[in-house]
């Protein structure tokens, strides 16, 4: 009987057919969540660099305006770049364009502001006090656009991130012609 025991040890210990379906189980869950995760954080990068493309495109076109531009024009530029967040949701996505006055103290007016989808206007004639220093003292009394975009979005899986996610990017942009562009 005993004999009988060591030999089926003996078998156990140098059977090896099973190694692979205990390795892959093993490994499994760890391939699973590393997958998952990948997705996730892949789709929010690529939003986020949509998003940040949005900001940016708007502003831009806005200061290549020579002296003024339209509501509608604003309007339509705000639609365009709607699309450029596609095929992810832009029903999250919110968008202002902004006209500032730098002073000679570096110190940001808003003379204009414009939203699409629900962001807040800035006030006419008010001090914008998130203008970045470095920006403010290069551009002294001048006149800039700044572009914001706002989108959030939930994971795709949701397995590894299970929260959503706020992107917000800002730019500032010169007006090209170095003067005011009016709203009208």
Do not use: H
């Not at 059977?15 to 699973?32: C, K, T, W």
């Not at 730098?102 to 007016?109: N, R, Y």
């Not at 991130?161 to 500032?172: A, D, G, H, I, V």
């Amino acid at each position: 009987m005993l004999r009988n025991l060591i030999q089926k040890l003996k078998w156990l210990c140098t059977n090896d057919r099973g190694v692979s379906a205990v390795e892959f189980a093993l490994i499994l869950p760890v391939m699973l969540t590393l997958y998952l995760g990948t997705i996730d954080l892949s789709t929010y990068i690529i939003v986020d660099r949509k998003v940040s493309v949005v900001a940016g495109s708007v502003a831009d076109l806005v200061a290549r305006a020579e002296d003024k531009i339209a509501i509608a024009t604003v309007d339509d530029y705000f639609k365009a770049a709607e699309f450029t967040i596609k095929p992810y949701k832009s029903a999250n996505l919110v968008q202002r364009v902004t006209s500032l006055r730098i002073d000679g103290d570096g110190k940001a007016w808003v003379i204009w502001s414009r939203t699409y989808n629900g962001g807040s206007i800035l006030s006419v004639g008010s001090q914008f006090v998130d203008m970045p220093p470095e920006v403010a003292a290069a551009n002294k009394n001048r006149y800039m656009v700044m572009g914001e975009a706002w989108n959030s979005m939930s994971p795709v899986v949701g397995y590894v991130f299970n929260s959503t996610l706020s992107f917000k990017e800002r730019y500032f942009f010169r007006s090209r012609f170095d003067g005011i562009i009016q709203l009208i």
